[in-house]
């Protein structure tokens, strides 16, 4: 199968930092990426990884890969309430369309 | 450079009806692909296409079609509506389109109710 696995909702406190996972379930997949959703807006790309790598870090951005375990993350420093928005994993793999997780909703409270 | 457009942002339909929903891409994009947007199913791939060509295509029934001019510009085009029919549908431009390491740029959306 193609799925792509995250947790539906995230709360943080203002500053904290804030840690949004992904599960993957085909081997294949050579690329993978976080979009950000907000109210009544399209995707954003945020970032995205290619999978010989580890980690990639770009300002308050974390990705870091887990290839045995088919597990991604995006950590997001100091975490301000304009990070407020819905979080996407996908996955992309040569002559495949995209294949998105369903979402994570990131609360960040004052 | 302008984002991607689409148009209209806002849509109601009755059941059966048929809808046609446009989306102009990044100024010198060649590939467009559109998603469907519901709390249910989440985001899911509709078709993609480049330099007028579909070069992809998710697993929607034939109701639903596309197509891309030689500007780019594609539309999209669903035929007798279903009240499931309702969501958010999503354009993406890229430059040259897959999804190996590709930018995708999203437009805003065509928020479709249908009753």
């Known amino acids: 199968g193609e799925d792509v696995e995250q947790s539906l909702f995230l709360s943080v406190r203002e500053g904290d930092s804030s840690v949004i996972n992904c599960t993957y379930t085909d081997s294949s997949s050579t690329y993978l990426y976080w979009y950000k959703q907000e109210p009544g807006a399209g995707l954003q790309l945020l970032t995205y990884i290619f999978s010989n790598m580890d980690m990639k870090q770009d300002q308050r951005l974390t990705v870091l890969l887990n290839k045995k375990d088919k597990h991604l993350s995006l950590r997001i420093a100091d975490t301000q309430t304009g990070d407020s928005a819905i979080y996407f994993c996908a996955k992309g793999d040569y002559g495949q369309n995209f294949v998105f997780g369903p979402g994570t909703r990131l609360s960040v409270l004052p | 450079k302008a984002g991607v457009t689409q148009t209209p942002r806002y849509l109601i339909k009755t059941r059966g009806q048929q809808v046609t929903l446009s989306c102009s891409p990044i100024?010198?994009?060649?590939?467009v692909s559109w998603y469907q947007q519901t709390p249910g199913q989440g985001l899911q791939f509709l078709f993609e296409?480049?330099?007028?060509?579909?070069?992809n295509k998710g697993n929607f029934p034939g109701r639903f079609s596309g197509r891309q001019f030689s500007n780019s510009r594609s539309e999209m085009n669903v035929s007798t509506l279903e009240l499931g029919d309702s969501a958010l549908y999503l354009c993406?431009?890229?430059?040259?389109?897959?999804?190996?390491?590709?930018?995708?740029?999203f437009g805003p959306g065509t928020r479709l109710t249908v009753l």
């Open positions: 100024s010198g994009h060649r590939s």
């Open positions: 993406a431009s890229s430059f040259r389109g897959g999804s190996l390491g590709n930018e995708q740029f």
């Open positions: 296409y480049f330099s007028e060509t579909q070069r």
